[in-house]
C-alpha cells in the first residue's frame, strides 16, 4: 500500500504527497489506494516538522476517479456496505482539511469525480495549464452523484447557483474554463506547478477551510434567501423538464445540496453518503455505469477484435461522395492527423465538402479550443478533388455516396484501379448489403461497411458491417481505424438493415402505425419523451426525412417480391409523399409545419388526415409499445447472428439513435423489466397490435430459466 502514495519533505518542511499507482496506467480512488492516502495523510499531519502539504501525481494525470473494481460492486453490495465505503472515503478528506496545515492539490491532469473531490478537500487548487486535461464532476452522467464531499464543498466554495448545473450536468472542463468557473484558483505552466504549490504554502495562508470558520457565509447566499431559493425552484422545475423524472440522480443532487447548506459540513457528507446508496443500488445507476463506463470502454479498447493482427495505422484516407456525411468523415480524420482525399463529381462539390470542415474549425477558433495555426494545418490535409489517381497510397478509402447499388459500384472499380493490394475498401451505406456491394470489388475480403452516424463530428458510433467474405485482418484494421479516429465501433453481421437501422426503424414505424390508430401525435411523441427517448417519433421521422423512409420501402419491397410483409405504418406514408408532398423537415413541411420565424408545430393537417379517437391511451403505455417493438426486434437480430454480443446492442442503441440510456440500452431494458414480466408484456402488445411483438422462443427459453442478458 505504501508505494501508491510516496512522502517528499523537503527543506522547507512541505511534504510534497505523490499519488502514483504502480499496478494501474492511471490513478483512481480505490481500497488500497484510500487506505495507502489515509496513512498518507496521518503521517504527515503528526510531524510537527512538516509546515504545509502537496497533493499531486506521479502520473500524466491527477486521479481520474473510481477504481473499476470498487464500481463493479456497487450492484451486488449492500446499503450498509456502500455507505461505509463512502463514508470510508470521507473520513481521509475530512482528516486532511482539518490537519492543521495548509494542503494545496498540485493539479498536473485530469481530475474527475472522487480525483476533484480530493482536490477540493484542499485550501488551494493549482492546475497545470493542459487544454486536454479535464476537470469536473461527472457523475451524473453514471447515475450517480458526488459521493465523497462534492455536493456540499462545491457549493460552499462558488455558491448553489454557480455549482448546481456543473453537479447535475455532470460538467468536465480544461484547466482555464475550470480557473474561469471558481473550481480552481491557479493555472499555471506544467514545469511551474510544483513550484507554484511551494510558493502557496511559503505565503503562510490560513490552514483552515472557509466553511470550518465561524462567520463562513455562502457565496451568493444561503439557500433561504430569496435569490438562491428561487432558483432553486427553478432548477427543480427545470431538471424535471430535462429528465422526465426518468433520472434521479439531478433531483438527488439538488437534494443534497439544499439540504446540506442547511447544516454543518459533517452532517451535512454523512447526508451525502445516504443519497449516493440510495441511488447505487437503484437499477438506473447499474445501467448506466454497465453500459456507459464498462461496455462503452471495453468497445473503445476493441475487445472484440480479431486477434493474430498487428495493429494498424493509417496516414492516408480517401474519402468518396463530399456530402454532409463524406465532408464529417474527412473532418474527423483530418482531426486525428491524417491526410484524406475528398473526392466528388465536380471541384466545386468537393470544395464544398471541404468548407463543411472550415466551418467547424473556425468555431473551435472562435471557442479557443483551436488555435488559428492548427486550424490551417488540418485544412491544409483535406484535399478536394475529382481525381481518383489522388488516392494512390492511401490505407482506407471510405466511400459516402448516394444510396444506389450502380454509383458505388462505379466508384469502387475506379477506386481500386489505383489503391493498393493491402488497402481496405470501406462502404458507408446504412441499408444496402455488404455482401451485395462487394460483388463490385476485385476482392471481396478487404470490403467492409464503416456506417456513420449525422453529423460525424458529433455522432461517437460507427456500425462495422462484416460481409460473407470479409477477412478478420480487414475487420481488425478497420477497427484499428475507427478506434484511431476517435470513435466507438460495434461490430454486426450483413443483413438487410444491419442493426442499428433495422431497429431504429422500428421506433418510428410504431409510432406512426399509432397515429394511424387514432394516437393524438401531440400525445404520440410527447409520450416517446417521456418513455425516454430523445425526440418522438413522429418528430424523428421528419428528421430523417418521410422520403427516404419511402424510397427505402419500395427499394426493400421490390428486392423481396412476395416475402415483403407491409407494415401498418406504410400507408400514412405513402400518403404524407405521394399525395399532401409532405416529405421532412428538409423541405419545411412533413407530420411538422418549420416556419421561419418561429418553432415547429403539428401540421394543422394531420388531425383531419388521421382523426384522433375519443379515448386516447395513456402515455405511459404508449411508451412501453415503443420500447417494447425495439427490443424485441433487437432479440431478433441477436437470435439471427446480426449482433454478435449483447453488450453491442447496448452501446449502439445508446449512441445510435438515443435509446434511453436509463435503461442501460435496448436489452438491458429487457433486464430491467424482467425476462418474463417482458415476455408477457410482448404476448399481450402481439395480441392487440400484430405478430411483430411476438418474442421469439429464445425470450421464454430465458424467461424459463431465469436468466438475463447481463447476468
Request: negative net charge.
Given at each position: 500500500?505504501?508505494?501508491?502514495?510516496?512522502?517528499?519533505?523537503?527543506?522547507?518542511?512541505?511534504?510534497?504527497?505523490?499519488?502514483?499507482?504502480?499496478?494501474?496506467?492511471?490513478?483512481?480512488?480505490?481500497?488500497?489506494?484510500?487506505?495507502?492516502?489515509?496513512?498518507?495523510?496521518?503521517?504527515?499531519?503528526?510531524?510537527?516538522?512538516?509546515?504545509?502539504?502537496?497533493?499531486?501525481?506521479?502520473?500524466?494525470?491527477?486521479?481520474?476517479?473510481?477504481?473499476?473494481?470498487?464500481?463493479?460492486?456497487?450492484?451486488?453490495?449492500?446499503?450498509?456496505?456502500?455507505?461505509?465505503?463512502?463514508?470510508?472515503?470521507?473520513?481521509?478528506?475530512?482528516?486532511?482539511?482539518?490537519?492543521?496545515?495548509?494542503?494545496?492539490?498540485?493539479?498536473?491532469?485530469?481530475?474527475?469525480?472522487?480525483?476533484?473531490?480530493?482536490?477540493?478537500?484542499?485550501?488551494?487548487?493549482?492546475?497545470?495549464?493542459?487544454?486536454?486535461?479535464?476537470?469536473?464532476?461527472?457523475?451524473?452522467?453514471?447515475?450517480?452523484?458526488?459521493?465523497?464531499?462534492?455536493?456540499?464543498?462545491?457549493?460552499?466554495?462558488?455558491?448553489?447557483?454557480?455549482?448546481?448545473?456543473?453537479?447535475?450536468?455532470?460538467?468536465?472542463?480544461?484547466?482555464?474554463?475550470?480557473?474561469?468557473?471558481?473550481?480552481?484558483?491557479?493555472?499555471?505552466?506544467?514545469?511551474?506547478?510544483?513550484?507554484?504549490?511551494?510558493?502557496?504554502?511559503?505565503?503562510?495562508?490560513?490552514?483552515?477551510?472557509?466553511?470550518?470558520?465561524?462567520?463562513?457565509?455562502?457565496?451568493?447566499?444561503?439557500?433561504?434567501?430569496?435569490?438562491?431559493?428561487?432558483?432553486?425552484?427553478?432548477?427543480?422545475?427545470?431538471?424535471?423538464?430535462?429528465?422526465?423524472?426518468?433520472?434521479?440522480?439531478?433531483?438527488?443532487?439538488?437534494?443534497?445540496?439544499?439540504?446540506?447548506?442547511?447544516?454543518?459540513?459533517?452532517?451535512?457528507?454523512?447526508?451525502?453518503?445516504?443519497?449516493?446508496?440510495?441511488?447505487?443500488?437503484?437499477?438506473?445507476?447499474?445501467?448506466?455505469?454497465?453500459?456507459?463506463?464498462?461496455?462503452?470502454?471495453?468497445?473503445?479498447?476493441?475487445?472484440?477484435?480479431?486477434?493474430?493482427?498487428?495493429?494498424?495505422?493509417?496516414?492516408?484516407?480517401?474519402?468518396?461522395?463530399?456530402?454532409?456525411?463524406?465532408?464529417?468523415?474527412?473532418?474527423?480524420?483530418?482531426?486525428?492527423?491524417?491526410?484524406?482525399?475528398?473526392?466528388?463529381?465536380?471541384?466545386?462539390?468537393?470544395?464544398?465538402?471541404?468548407?463543411?470542415?472550415?466551418?467547424?474549425?473556425?468555431?473551435?477558433?472562435?471557442?479557443?479550443?483551436?488555435?488559428?495555426?492548427?486550424?490551417?494545418?488540418?485544412?491544409?490535409?483535406?484535399?478536394?478533388?475529382?481525381?481518383?489517381?489522388l488516392l494512390d497510397g492511401a490505407d482506407i478509402v471510405v466511400e459516402a455516396v448516394f444510396e444506389d447499388r450502380a454509383i458505388k459500384a462505379d466508384v469502387t472499380q475506379k477506386s481500386e484501379a489505383v489503391i493498393g493490394p493491402d488497402a481496405i475498401f470501406a462502404s458507408n451505406t446504412s441499408t444496402l448489403p455488404i455482401t451485395g456491394l462487394a460483388e463490385a470489388s476485385n476482392d471481396a475480403k478487404r470490403f467492409i461497411g464503416l456506417h456513420f452516424f449525422s453529423p460525424v463530428d458529433k455522432m461517437k458510433l460507427v456500425e462495422i458491417i462484416v460481409g460473407e467474405h470479409t477477412s478478420?485482418?480487414?475487420?481488425?484494421?478497420?477497427?484499428?481505424?475507427?478506434?484511431?479516429?476517435?470513435?466507438?465501433?460495434?461490430?454486426?453481421?450483413?443483413?438487410?438493415?444491419?442493426?442499428?437501422?433495422?431497429?431504429?426503424?422500428?421506433?418510428?414505424?410504431?409510432?406512426?402505425?399509432?397515429?394511424?390508430?387514432?394516437?393524438?401525435?401531440?400525445?404520440?411523441?410527447?409520450?416517446?419523451?417521456?418513455?425516454?427517448?430523445?425526440?418522438?417519433?413522429?418528430?424523428?421521422?421528419?428528421?430523417?426525412?418521410?422520403?427516404?423512409?419511402?424510397?427505402?420501402?419500395?427499394?426493400?419491397?421490390?428486392?423481396?417480391?412476395?416475402?415483403?410483409?407491409?407494415?401498418?405504418?406504410?400507408?400514412?406514408?405513402?400518403?404524407?409523399?405521394?399525395?399532401?408532398?409532405?416529405?421532412?423537415?428538409?423541405?419545411?413541411?412533413?407530420?411538422?409545419d418549420y416556419p421561419d420565424d418561429g418553432p415547429k408545430r403539428i401540421w394543422c393537417g394531420l388531425r383531419e388526415q388521421f382523426i384522433p379517437r375519443r379515448e386516447q391511451p395513456d402515455p405511459g403505455s404508449i411508451g412501453e409499445r415503443l420500447l417494447a417493438i425495439q427490443a424485441v426486434e433487437t432479440v431478433r437480430c441477436l437470435d439471427e447472428g446480426v449482433l454478435l454480443h449483447p453488450a453491442d446492442a447496448d452501446v449502439g442503441s445508446i449512441l445510435g439513435w438515443g435509446f434511453c440510456p436509463f435503461h442501460g440500452g435496448v436489452l438491458s431494458y429487457i433486464d430491467t423489466v424482467g425476462?418474463?414480466?417482458?415476455?408477457?408484456?410482448?404476448?399481450?402488445?402481439?395480441?392487440?397490435?400484430?405478430?411483430?411483438?411476438?418474442?421469439?422462443?429464445?425470450?421464454?427459453?430465458?424467461?424459463?430459466?431465469?436468466?438475463?442478458?447481463?447476468?
Amino acid at each position: 500500500m505504501t508505494d501508491i502514495i510516496t512522502i517528499d519533505i523537503d527543506g522547507d518542511g512541505i511534504a510534497t504527497l505523490t499519488w502514483d499507482d504502480p499496478g494501474a496506467p492511471v490513478n483512481t480512488l480505490g481500497e488500497a489506494s484510500i487506505t495507502a492516502f489515509a496513512n498518507a495523510i496521518e503521517t504527515v499531519a503528526a510531524n510537527n516538522d512538516v509546515t504545509g502539504i502537496v497533493v499531486t501525481s506521479g502520473k500524466r494525470g491527477f486521479i481520474a476517479g473510481a477504481d473499476l473494481k470498487m464500481l463493479r460492486t456497487l450492484g451486488d453490495a449492500t446499503p450498509q456496505a456502500i455507505y461505509d465505503m463512502v463514508r470510508g472515503l470521507q473520513g481521509p478528506l475530512r482528516a486532511l482539511e482539518t490537519c492543521g496545515k495548509p494542503v494545496v492539490a498540485a493539479i498536473n491532469g485530469t481530475a474527475l469525480g472522487g480525483g476533484y473531490e480530493v482536490a477540493l478537500a484542499c485550501h488551494h487548487r493549482i492546475a497545470a495549464d493542459d487544454p486536454k486535461a479535464q476537470i469536473g464532476l461527472p457523475e451524473a452522467g453514471l447515475g450517480l452523484l458526488p459521493g465523497a464531499g462534492g455536493t456540499q464543498r462545491l457549493p460552499r466554495m462558488i455558491g448553489a447557483i454557480n455549482a448546481i448545473p456543473i453537479l447535475t450536468q455532470g460538467k468536465k472542463m480544461p484547466p482555464r474554463a475550470a480557473l474561469e468557473a471558481g473550481l480552481v484558483d491557479e493555472v499555471v505552466t506544467p514545469d511551474g506547478l510544483l513550484d507554484a504549490a511551494k510558493a502557496w504554502i511559503k505565503e503562510s495562508p490560513t490552514a483552515t477551510q472557509p466553511w470550518d470558520e465561524k462567520k463562513f457565509r455562502i457565496p451568493g447566499g444561503a439557500v433561504q434567501t430569496p435569490k438562491v431559493f428561487q432558483h432553486f425552484v427553478g432548477a427543480n422545475g427545470h431538471t424535471r423538464k430535462a429528465t422526465w423524472n426518468n433520472y434521479p440522480a439531478p433531483q438527488a443532487i439538488l437534494a443534497c445540496v439544499y439540504h446540506g447548506l442547511q447544516m454543518p459540513l459533517d452532517p451535512a457528507l454523512k447526508y451525502e453518503a445516504r443519497r449516493f446508496t440510495e441511488l447505487a443500488q437503484g437499477a438506473v445507476a447499474q445501467n448506466m455505469i454497465r453500459t456507459l463506463f464498462f461496455a462503452m470502454g471495453e468497445a473503445n479498447k476493441l475487445a472484440r477484435r480479431p486477434e493474430g493482427v498487428p495493429k494498424a495505422t493509417f496516414k492516408k484516407v480517401g474519402v468518396l461522395g463530399a456530402g454532409m456525411m463524406g465532408a464529417g468523415i474527412a473532418w474527423q480524420c483530418a482531426l486525428v492527423g491524417m491526410e484524406v482525399v475528398l473526392i466528388d463529381r465536380t471541384q466545386d462539390h468537393a470544395e464544398k465538402g471541404k468548407a463543411y470542415s472550415e466551418g467547424l474549425a473556425a468555431k473551435r477558433v472562435k471557442r479557443g479550443r483551436m488555435s488559428e495555426v492548427d486550424a490551417a494545418m488540418l485544412l491544409a490535409r483535406i484535399t478536394p478533388t475529382t481525381d481518383y489517381a489522388l488516392l494512390d497510397g492511401a490505407d482506407i478509402v471510405v466511400e459516402a455516396v448516394f444510396e444506389d447499388r450502380a454509383i458505388k459500384a462505379d466508384v469502387t472499380q475506379k477506386s481500386e484501379a489505383v489503391i493498393g493490394p493491402d488497402a481496405i475498401f470501406a462502404s458507408n451505406t446504412s441499408t444496402l448489403p455488404i455482401t451485395g456491394l462487394a460483388e463490385a470489388s476485385n476482392d471481396a475480403k478487404r470490403f467492409i461497411g464503416l456506417h456513420f452516424f449525422s453529423p460525424v463530428d458529433k455522432m461517437k458510433l460507427v456500425e462495422i458491417i462484416v460481409g460473407e467474405h470479409t477477412s478478420d485482418e480487414t475487420l481488425a484494421r478497420s477497427m484499428d481505424f475507427v478506434q484511431a479516429i476517435k470513435r466507438t465501433p460495434i461490430v454486426v453481421t450483413d443483413r438487410r438493415g444491419f442493426f442499428t437501422s433495422r431497429v431504429f426503424k422500428t421506433y418510428i414505424l410504431e409510432g406512426i402505425a399509432m397515429l394511424r390508430e387514432g394516437v393524438d401525435p401531440m400525445l404520440l411523441d410527447n409520450a416517446g419523451r417521456m418513455a425516454g427517448m430523445p425526440v418522438g417519433p413522429l418528430a424523428l421521422t421528419d428528421e430523417v426525412s418521410l422520403e427516404l423512409i419511402h424510397r427505402i420501402s419500395g427499394q426493400t419491397r421490390r428486392d423481396l417480391g412476395d416475402d415483403y410483409v407491409e407494415h401498418p405504418a406504410e400507408p400514412v406514408i405513402t400518403h404524407m409523399v405521394e399525395v399532401a408532398n409532405r416529405l421532412g423537415k428538409k423541405t419545411g413541411k412533413g407530420f411538422y409545419d418549420y416556419p421561419d420565424d418561429g418553432p415547429k408545430r403539428i401540421w394543422c393537417g394531420l388531425r383531419e388526415q388521421f382523426i384522433p379517437r375519443r379515448e386516447q391511451p395513456d402515455p405511459g403505455s404508449i411508451g412501453e409499445r415503443l420500447l417494447a417493438i425495439q427490443a424485441v426486434e433487437t432479440v431478433r437480430c441477436l437470435d439471427e447472428g446480426v449482433l454478435l454480443h449483447p453488450a453491442d446492442a447496448d452501446v449502439g442503441s445508446i449512441l445510435g439513435w438515443g435509446f434511453c440510456p436509463f435503461h442501460g440500452g435496448v436489452l438491458s431494458y429487457i433486464d430491467t423489466v424482467g425476462v418474463a414480466a417482458f415476455v408477457e408484456r410482448c404476448d399481450a402488445l402481439a395480441e392487440a397490435h400484430g405478430e411483430r411483438f411476438t418474442p421469439p422462443q429464445r425470450l421464454r427459453d430465458m424467461a424459463a430459466a431465469g436468466e438475463t442478458f447481463h447476468g
